[in-house]
């Protein structure tokens, strides 16, 4: 044996090898970690379809699924969706599977109106490509087209639709209840969902999942019914709270809430119709010019354009 060589007993050599393999794990984490913020930041839907405004994969909106909805695509969809899906998102699919409940975001509930609102080929896309930045995988790498198409079909066949979806909004569509709406927007979403709404607030770009952009289509394409039932319940999982239902709004200022984003929303030509609002509300409706002197003070009545 050479002089220098170095023997180690068995107890000793164990131990060097868990602190080594502790080192790497560690400096594995650490890189994860270090590399995080930036690839959330490169998302455009990833987490934010979480709190609401879904940004399905490019591509997939209008692509048709080929499998029929009959018993046996049905059949084979849940066969599939157990084997694959339902440890994250649960046999019922409301995302509290006993993996799903360890992640964060925790999985979509998958019977959720949000999920219904989707195309075919959206919520294909999702399977397909899945979603950066969480717990979903792209199950293309694993499932074959057909598969995908029956979990779709599957998945499909479950969604809720729930009595409360069809509500519509009790208040009139006039320029009051639209200029109420936005003081109330501004004294209770603002913070997170930002003064245009387009969820870009100093406080939301903190948040994961980020606060939706309440002027997407993919939101306004909600119900009335589907949208006061979010500011009533919130969204389990992402900091969006259950307004009405924790006291902190009753529903008529939530319906007031609405008739404001749905007025940001008519112009679906002009995604940065909020920059725009005032000139184009005070074109309309001229009277309300004097409206910044009956807004409450720490609310500015209008935004400047």
Request: net charge positive.
């Amino acid at each position: 044996m050479d002089d220098t060589s170095i023997v180690f007993s068995k107890p000793v050599r164990r131990h060097l090898c868990l602190r080594t393999t502790l080192g790497l794990l560690g400096f594995i984490f650490l890189s994860a970690c270090a590399s995080g913020p930036t690839n959330y930041q490169g998302v455009s839907g990833g987490l934010r379809s979480y709190a609401g405004g879904l940004r399905p994969p490019q591509g997939y909106k209008d692509i048709a699924l080929t499998r029929p909805a009959d018993d046996a695509t049905l059949l084979e969809g849940r066969q599939v969706f157990a084997a694959t899906c339902a440890a994250c998102h649960g046999p019922e699919l409301r995302g509290r599977g006993l993996s799903g409940v360890n992640i964060l975001p925790h999985p979509a509930d998958l019977r959720a109106p949000r999920i219904g609102n989707l195309t075919d080929g959206e919520l294909l896309g999702y399977i397909a490509e899945g979603v950066p930045g969480t717990g979903m995988p792209a199950w293309k790498l694993l499932l074959t087209r057909p598969q995908m198409e029956a979990v779709a079909r599957y998945v499909r066949s479950r969604t809720l639709i729930l009595p409360e979806d069809t509500r519509t909004n009790p208040l009139a569509d006039t320029p009051q209840q639209i200029v109420l709406g936005r003081q109330n927007y501004m004294q209770t979403c603002a913070a997170c969902h930002g003064s245009n709404a387009r969820g870009l607030s100093p406080a939301g770009r903190s948040m994961q999942p980020r606060p939706a952009d309440l002027t997407a289509p993919e939101v306004q394409r909600y119900s009335d019914g589907q949208l006061m039932w979010i500011l009533e319940n919130g969204i389990v999982g992402t900091p969006m709270r259950g307004w009405v239902t924790q006291k902190v709004i009753d529903k008529q200022q939530a319906w007031s809430i609405l008739r404001y984003l749905r007025y940001l929303g008519r112009d679906e030509d002009n995604p940065e119709a909020f920059p725009v609002f005032k000139d184009r509300f005070y074109s309309q409706y001229p009277v309300f010019q004097s409206v910044n002197n009956t807004a409450p003070q720490n609310v500015p009545a209008l935004p400047d354009p």
